[in-house]
């Protein structure tokens, strides 16, 4: 059995379920444990809404489609190549072309740098706290279990706990409208926009994300960007265009807070890599993941003892030399 058939047999056993690509290639390597993970090219038989061509999987030619149709559904080719041309062309928006991406914005961008040589971590929560500024636990987005929450780092644990493994099944409106406060807080424009994002605001489509992701996440750079992608199909209050970045990572970090890095403006002028819409770009995305993770693992010693993840704190810190130079 190759590669192609050992995917298809996993995805025939969703067939009528909504399916990710990393649920795929966790539910691949269980199945299949010997398996080297690079080779198993999951994303390969989704048809995803950047994708700009077929496919090289030979079990999905055979079938005359996409095994993931565009909504997320395994239907095994039933949608066929929904007006996608059947031959691959290495044009971008497949896996190949997020790899060429991520390698083009290498090129052309500076190095990302570590500007945390030295950096006081024994102060950074005491330091975080008092550069918070604008949040207010009476804010009128603060509601059930939220309301009343005391400072942004308690309303983070708070956030980050309904969001365990445990608990995830549980998120609901006041949830996703908190997380949209703790993110937004500090820029009163963006915040004017909560309440009316949160009046389209299914909590279906956030039940049905809760349901199609996987309990735990591995360091895998592809993974992260296929989530990333996934999470527009679900049109969440400000999450809907492919250039809502900072807001979708922020979403997945708190769903994994040990794996995924919040991105956004001030981290990327922090390692020196901001220009105009950086912000919004997949490839720098596909750039700063790894560069993130290579700061907790070098700073890991100074990174013990904390409520926080290691990539919480990196995000923090990168916030505070930016914000205030420390």
């Not at 009163?188 to 039940?207: K, T, Y």
Request: with cysteine; proline share 6%; net charge positive.
């Amino acid at each position: 059995m190759n590669i192609f058939q050992k995917r298809h047999r996993i995805l025939e056993k969703h067939r009528g379920d909504r399916f990710t690509p990393a649920q795929l290639k966790a539910e691949f390597l269980n199945t299949f444990p010997d398996v080297n993970p690079s080779s198993i090219n999951a994303a390969d038989c989704f048809n995803t809404p950047s994708k700009k061509a077929g496919c090289t999987c030979n079990e999905c030619t055979k079938l005359g489609g996409f095994a993931v149709n565009r909504d997320g559904i395994v239907d095994m080719g039933a949608s066929g190549w929904s007006g996608i041309s059947s031959v691959y062309k290495p044009t971008g928006g497949t896996t190949a072309g997020t790899q060429r991406a991520v390698g083009d914005a290498a090129l052309s961008q500076p190095r990302m740098t570590d500007p945390l040589s030295g950096f006081d971590w024994n102060r950074v929560c005491a330091r975080y706290d008092a550069a918070c500024r604008g949040f207010s636990s009476l804010s009128p987005h603060l509601r059930g279990q939220y309301a009343g929450t005391s400072s942004d780092r308690a309303l983070y644990y708070k956030l980050v706990a309904s969001a365990s493994q445990r608990r995830r099944a549980q998120l609901g409106t006041d949830w996703y409208e908190a997380l949209l406060y703790w993110k937004l807080y500090s820029q009163p424009a963006a915040v004017s926009n909560i309440s009316g994002w949160m009046r389209s605001f299914a909590p279906s489509s956030l039940d049905s994300l809760s349901a199609g992701i996987t309990p735990t996440l591995p360091r895998d750079v592809r993974d992260i960007l296929a989530l990333v992608e996934l999470i527009g199909r679900y049109q969440l209050p400000g999450t809907k265009t492919s250039t809502s970045l900072p807001l979708r990572t922020t979403l997945l970090h708190v769903l994994y807070p040990d794996v995924v890095p919040i991105f956004d403006q001030m981290v990327l002028k922090a390692v020196g890599s901001w220009y105009t819409a950086a912000k919004q770009d997949m490839g720098v995305l596909g750039r700063y993941i790894p560069h993130a993770w290579a700061l907790a693992d070098r700073h890991t010693a100074h990174l013990t003892g904390f409520q926080e993840t290691p990539i919480r704190l990196i995000d923090m810190g990168l916030w505070l030399v930016r914000n205030l130079g420390y």
